[in-house]
């Protein structure tokens, strides 16, 4: 019993430093690096909808030499009144962005609006006229600068805009109509925040400016004659926007 005890310690001992030679040649085993953080950014393309609402402005004045051909009239140039055009619109919109360096963020979008915004006003110079104004539709292309911070974006936007109008210069027996597709100019202010990668939503506010334009009327009680018509326009919104493209980058990149 005493050998086989001296024989057992013998080959612990011869053992053991093998043993340890064995564990320091093992390579130590390292959990890989985590991967970087994903920041989101604004980069990519959006569509969506809105609606909002529309509070125009026409003012009309004369630019005729008379009503009736032969027979001028002193109101040339003279006001023949305005009246507010409101109403609510409702429509699309689509762009893309593109987030620069810093939170920086540049983009364009196109858009366009149905509505049926109606105003009238009686006529100062021929008060048993009418004057009427209804506007069908509104449209922009714009661009847009902006800055993010993470998932809102607060941006200013500018660009040209068109819209549809109709008009009508009615008595108590008769109705004259017109029609044009006014163009103009835009700027606004606005927010956006993205509730997900996916969709983001929007308030903003814009105004417009369609300058003056002469509009001829050919069947009125009073013989051919051109008004001068002056637009002004704002509108405020609300949208939703469908995200895709570079939903989101490691924060390394940014």
Same mark, same amino acid.
């Given at each position: ?101 810093? $939170?920086?963020? %540049? +983009?364009?979008? !196109?858009? /366009?609006?149905? &509505? ?67 163009? $103009?100019?835009? %700027? +606004?202010?606005? !927010?956006? /925040?993205?509730? &997900? ?58």
């Amino acid at each position: 019993m005493r050998k086989f005890l001296l024989v057992t310690a013998a080959l612990v001992a011869l053992a053991d430093p093998a043993m340890a030679a064995d564990l320091r040649a093992r390579p130590v085993y390292k959990a890989p690096p985590a991967p970087p953080p994903v920041q989101f950014t604004w980069t990519g393309c959006s569509v969506g909808g809105h609606v909002g609402g529309l509070w125009a402005r026409k003012d009309w004045s004369d630019r005729s030499i008379s009503f009736v051909p032969g027979q001028p009239i002193p109101s040339f140039g003279q006001s023949f009144g305005g009246h507010d055009a409101d109403g609510w619109l409702g429509g699309v919109q689509a762009g893309c962005d593109y987030q620069l360096g810093g $939170g920086i963020v %540049i +983009g364009i979008q !196109g858009d /366009y609006s149905w &509505t049926d915004a109606k105003g009238s006003n009686v006529n100062l110079v021929a008060p048993f006229i009418t004057d009427q104004t209804r506007i069908k539709s509104l449209a922009t292309v714009t661009g847009r600068l902006g800055y993010a911070w993470e998932r809102f974006l607060g941006y200013v936007k500018g660009g040209g805009a068109w819209e549809r109008d109709e008009y009508a210069i009615t008595t108590a027996t008769s109705v004259d109509t017109a029609a044009e597709t006014r163009r $103009g100019w835009t %700027i +606004g202010v606005g !927010g956006e /925040y993205a509730f &997900t990668n996916s969709l983001s939503g929007f308030a903003e506010y814009n105004y417009y400016d369609f300058r003056s334009r002469d509009l001829t009327f050919t069947t009125t009680p009073l013989g051919s004659f051109i008004a001068n018509i002056k637009e002004t326009k704002s509108v405020a919104r609300a949208g939703l926007n469908v995200r895709f493209g570079g939903w989101a980058a490691p924060a390394a990149a940014k």
